[in-house]
T-cell receptor, first 115, second 111 residues
């Protein structure tokens, strides 16, 4: 089944403790991105990747890192999480970002709480 | 500035009533617009895109370039339509064409 898989689904952590949220897609998509979803603010893009070893900042990259060593994986790294990073995170992938009309496929979401 | 505005955070209608979720955009280029839906405890998924001019689950959306709008409409709402709806615009960021989302409208269809 074609899908985007995030892990973990739920995570509670303490301020300053490094964590990684994994994202994997099995559709051979070039383009992957991370969003955070907050009430009243909708989805805001954190980072995106056009292809392997090509990543760039989105609208709200502060406090986050990403890597794209393989096409299928795009982990989101919080080196020193803070309470304002408490949010619902979504990973998404698309065949490419070079043309229009391509659908974005989303993961199930990761609900992160930083205390 | 490239922006998508959904003015209603919450919208409630009764079953069988018409529903319209508003979306306005600001974009200097040729817009490519989408509606995504997120049902309770499910992932975000594409509902429809303006270029397809299709009706999905009874929903339609027409791009009005004069009013820079892409409102989502359904003549007779059903309880299973209750969900979070996001309007999205494809914008150019560097060499990429990417989605920027509105803040979303939570639709509740009452029995």
């Amino acid at each position: 089944e074609a899908q985007v898989t995030q892990n973990p689904r739920y995570l509670i952590t303490v301020t300053g403790k490094k964590l990684t949220v994994t994202c994997s897609q099995n559709m051979n998509h070039e383009y992957m991105s991370w969003y955070r979803q907050d009430p009243g603010l909708g989805l805001r893009q954190i980072y995106y990747s056009m292809n392997v070893e090509v990543t760039d900042k989105g609208d709200v990259p502060e406090g986050y890192k990403v890597s794209r060593k393989e096409k299928r994986n795009f982990p989101l790294i919080l080196e020193s999480p803070s309470p304002n990073q408490t949010s619902l995170y979504f990973c998404a992938s698309s065949p490419t970002a070079r043309t229009d009309s391509t659908e974005a496929f989303f993961g199930q979401g990761t609900r992160l709480t930083v205390v | 500035a490239q922006r998508v505005t959904q003015p209603e955070k919450l919208l409630s209608v009764f079953k069988g009533a018409p529903v319209e979720l508003k979306c306005n955009y600001s974009y200097s280029g040729s817009p490519e617009l989408f509606w995504y839906v997120q049902y309770s405890r499910q992932r975000l998924q594409l509902l429809l895109r303006h270029i397809s001019r299709e009706s999905i689950k009874g929903f339609t959306a027409d791009l009005n370039k004069g009013e820079t709008s892409f409102h989502l409409k359904k003549p007779f709402a059903q309880e299973e339509d209750s969900a979070m709806y996001y309007c999205a615009l494809k914008i150019s960021r560097g060499s990429a064409r990417q989605l920027t989302f509105g803040s979303g409208t939570q639709l509740t269809v009452l029995p």
